[in-house]
């Protein structure tokens, strides 16, 4: 499959305190490093889920993506373009192939615009003025599933499924090549949920887009995403083909989020595996292996050596010194 998105060693970092508070308290360096050395490959028509807690730095490489922050390291290549170093007004056309569906697509915009303003307004923010926009409104109702008529409701008219279903017809609008859902089922019941997994996954099946799915819900990664990757602080500590990831977690970060997933089978009974006490600030990065401070196995040596990424097949990395067997999620089900 073609490359459409290649990601090296990204970095982004925020400042931690202005110039001059830095010279006064003689800091060096300071700076948050909110994402660290990420790189990811998506192909045509592929989808990768992004997981982790709050603050692991999902939606961050996201906004660098977009170019909304700077990034501060590696490459970003969008279908041979680089686009670290891009200026805004060059940022510009590849924000129309690359569109950024948000988490609340409706209730961040004004209540005032009707669905047909909200679904054509990237028309105009593109400059596209020789299509016809009753046409193109029509056209993007029927591809998200919306009848014609909800051209003239308001957003506090729709249910939270049919806002999401507006969200994707104003993120395909300009017909992207890739879309950057960020938690595309929030706040939505499990019906719905699947009802936008499903609208989706069968949009990106006919137009071949690629994706990048941001999300806290395992099943959701599950059910949409061809490769997914574990964030902990800022790093992947896990990536992989989805269903292999899901199979044979190496990583223990990986497996306490599976253990707090609810499996399909309601037969199946897993152990729960569970990290201790909090995440830490990314300020204060622990020492060694980040995830030391937190994780169940954790041993003296992971205090202090930080481990290197290893691969487990092809394909399929992780960063632990003291990995799960391949078997270990059979165990546990049966434990
Ligand atoms: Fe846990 Fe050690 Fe592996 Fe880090 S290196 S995830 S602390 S077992």
Known sequence: MSTLLEVEHLKVRFRSMGALRALM??????????????????????????????GSGKSTIARALMGLIPSHGGSMRF???????LSQRAYKPVRRDMAMMFQDPVGSLSPRLTVRSLITEPFRIHGVRDRDMDAETRRLLEMVGLPAGFAQRFPHQLSGGQARRVGVARA???????????????GLDVSIQGEVMNLLAELQDRLGIGMVVITH?????????????????????????????????????????LSANPEPDPDAKLHRVEAR??????????TGCEFHTRCPRARDYCREVAPALSSAAPDHTYTCHFPLEADAKERRLEA
Not at 33 to 54: Q, W
Not at 172 to 186: N, W
């Open 79 to 85: 279908d041979g373009t680089e686009l670290r170093g």
């Open 25 to 54: 308290r003689r800091v060096k360096d300071p700076y948050i490093d909110a994402v660290c050395d990420v790189s990811f490959r998506i192909g045509r028509g592929e989808t990768l889920g992004l997981v982790g807690e709050s």
């Open 277 to 286: 006490g909090d995440i830490p600030s990314l300020a204060h990065r622990p």
């Open 217 to 257: 819900n395992l099943n959701v990664v599950r059910h949409i995403s061809d490769q997914m990757a574990v964030m902990y602080l800022g790093r992947f500590v896990e990536q992989g083909p989805t269903e292999e990831v899901f199979h044979r977690p190496r990583h223990p970060y990986t497996e306490v989020l």
């Open 172 to 186: 395909l609008a300009l017909d992207p090549r890739l879309v950057i859902a960020d938690e595309p089922t929030a």
